[in-house]
């Protein structure tokens, strides 16, 4: 059964730094390509980075590029979102999802399967 798995959400003051982590099982990991989203409270779910199936390839969203860094290990089964400088608005629940290795797609229904999310909160 395919499955992927958040961790390392949490309560952090802005301007400090988490570490996301998505384990997947039940599916063939070095080959699909990975993304990170987010939902905050009363807004629709949100592109965040993109990694390919390789880890040498890819996107941020422009609110989080210079700050987030997408990574993956391959031979963990295991894609990380490294966050630092997090600022309030990033406070949302945070998922991984995966698609095939089609190309980067910033689109949250062409990804295949999700995890159940991460909470992260920035405070002020």
């Known amino acids: 059964q395919e499955q992927l798995v958040e961790s390392g959400g949490g309560l952090v003051q802005a301007g400090g730094s988490l570490r996301l982590s998505c384990a997947a099982s039940?599916?063939?990991?070095?080959?699909?390509?990975m993304g990170w989203f987010r939902q905050a409270p009363g807004k629709e779910r949100e592109f965040v980075a993109y990694?390919?199936?390789?880890?040498?390839?890819?996107y941020y969203a422009d609110s989080v590029k210079g700050r987030f860094t997408i990574s993956r290990d391959n031979a963990k089964n295991t894609v990380y979102l490294q966050m630092h400088s997090l600022k309030p608005e990033d406070t949302a629940v945070y998922y991984c999802?995966?698609?095939?290795?089609?190309?980067?797609?910033?689109?949250?229904?062409?990804?295949?399967?999700w995890g159940q999310g991460t909470p992260v909160t920035v405070s002020s």
């Open positions: 999802a995966c698609k095939a290795r089609v190309g980067p797609t910033m689109v949250p229904s062409q990804y295949d399967y």
């Open positions: 039940g599916l063939t990991f070095s080959n699909i390509d």
């Open positions: 990694i390919n199936w390789r880890g040498d390839s890819t």
